[in-house]
């Protein structure tokens, strides 16, 4: 059993900064990639940010140059640290993890049940 938990989220003004964090526990082996996605109100879900257990980012063109992954392995937690924030990154943002399950041996992904954030003035 894993559980993600996001936290970090909340009201910010156009042009403000967040940094949102996510972490795994439970039965985990080890985690590959991890990513953020995110849910505006009317619109699809989509992928904001991956990264992988090496370190290799990939970014939505919607946040490259403003939004930054990370993670810290040790700590199974991975970060979105999100400046220059406008209306438009209003949304639902989830966590996602490749988790790797030592025994049963199997990789399978986990979602956080995601965070808040709005950007307003």
């Known amino acids: 059993q894993v559980q993600l938990v996001e936290s970090g989220g909340g009201l910010v003004q156009p042009g403000g900064s967040l940094r949102l964090s996510c972490a795994a526990s439970g039965s985990i082996f080890s985690i590959n990639a991890m990513g953020w996605s995110r849910q505006a109100p009317g619109k699809q879900r989509e992928s904001v940010a991956t990264i992988t257990r090496g370190g290799s980012t990939n970014y939505a063109d919607s946040v490259k140059g403003r939004f930054t992954i990370s993670r810290d392995n040790d700590k199974n937690t991975v970060y979105l640290q999100m400046n220059s924030l406008a209306p438009d990154d209003t949304a639902v943002y989830y966590c996602?993890?490749?988790?790797?399950?030592?025994?049963?041996?199997?990789?399978?992904?986990?979602w956080g049940q995601g965070t808040q954030v709005t950007v307003s003035s």
């Open positions: 996602n993890a490749d988790v790797v399950n030592n025994f049963p041996s199997f990789v399978a992904v986990a």
